[in-house]
T-cell receptor, first 115, second 110 residues
Framework: GAVVSQHPSWVICKSGTSVKIECRSL??????MFWYRQFPKQSLMLMAT?????????EQGVEKDKFLINHASLTLSTLTVTSAHPEDSSFYIC???????????FGPGTRLLVL | KQEVTQIPAALSVPEGENLVLNCSFT??????LQWFRQDPGKGLTSLLL?????REQTSGRLNASLDKSSGRSTLYIAASQPGDSATYLC?????????FGKGTRLHILP
């Protein structure tokens, strides 16, 4: 089946720094990718929809200037957490779908810890 | 190996009927189990989250149950409507990993 990878799987950074998370579709092209985050004991929540070649669409309450999304190719989307703070510590997961977008394939997730 | 299985893979029912979607998982040591809805081309929408210490959660016409001992969860949808047509996924949380089932594609017939 289709595979989505994320890098890094773990990242620890100091408060105020920026962190970039990559999401790659390895054997299919994803015109749309989705970014989610999950805080401990809470549900996975959609942050934004990343569209290849255009601006991302952010869910209500998600700061677009803080969570920069770039979808420059059909196989790569990046999420940059700018000026990270401890409250940004979370589990970030991406997903991508094929041409028909009927099935989503999820990456393994990235755990971010901001000190 | 931790697996999450959803049965059936697809389901069509007439409008107004009550229905049950099933999810089974191989590892009972879970943190929580979540049910999501996915519309074509859209991201996941969280429906219900059941913590490992809970047995069920309800939201409107939706009720989700969790039986860790048998490794099963069900999503009950009452009085189904055409707008309920979507793919429903369950996901198991363990050790900071989320493992998704492949989903049940639900079609409500008007």
């Amino acid at each position: 089946g289709a595979v989505v990878s994320q890098h890094p799987s773990w990242v620890i950074c100091k408060s105020g720094t920026s962190v970039k998370i990559e999401c790659r579709s390895l054997d299919f092209q994803a015109t749309t990718m989705f970014w989610y985050r999950q805080f401990p004991k809470q549900s996975l929540m959609l942050m934004a929809t990343s569209n290849e070649g255009s601006k991302a669409t952010y869910e209500q309450g998600v700061e677009k200037d803080k969570f920069l999304i770039n979808h420059a190719s059909l196989t790569l989307s990046t999420l940059t957490v700018t000026s990270a703070h401890p409250e940004d510590s979370s589990f970030y997961i991406c997903s991508g779908g094929g041409l028909l977008q009927e099935t989503q394939y999820f990456g393994p997730g990235t755990r971010l810890l901001v000190l | 190996k931790q697996e999450v299985t959803q049965i059936p893979a697809a389901l069509s029912v007439p409008e107004g009927e009550n229905l049950v979607l099933n999810c089974s998982f191989t590892d009972s040591a879970i943190y929580n189990l979540q049910w999501f809805r996915q519309d074509p081309g859209k991201g996941l929408t969280s429906l219900l989250l059941i913590q490992s210490s809970q047995r069920e959660q309800t939201s409107g016409r939706l009720n989700a149950s969790l039986d860790k001992s048998s490794g099963r969860s069900t999503l009950y949808i009452a009085a189904s409507q055409p707008g309920d047509s979507a793919t429903y996924l369950c996901a198991m949380n363990r050790d900071d990993k989320i493992i998704f089932g492949k989903g049940t594609r639900l079609h409500i017939l008007p």
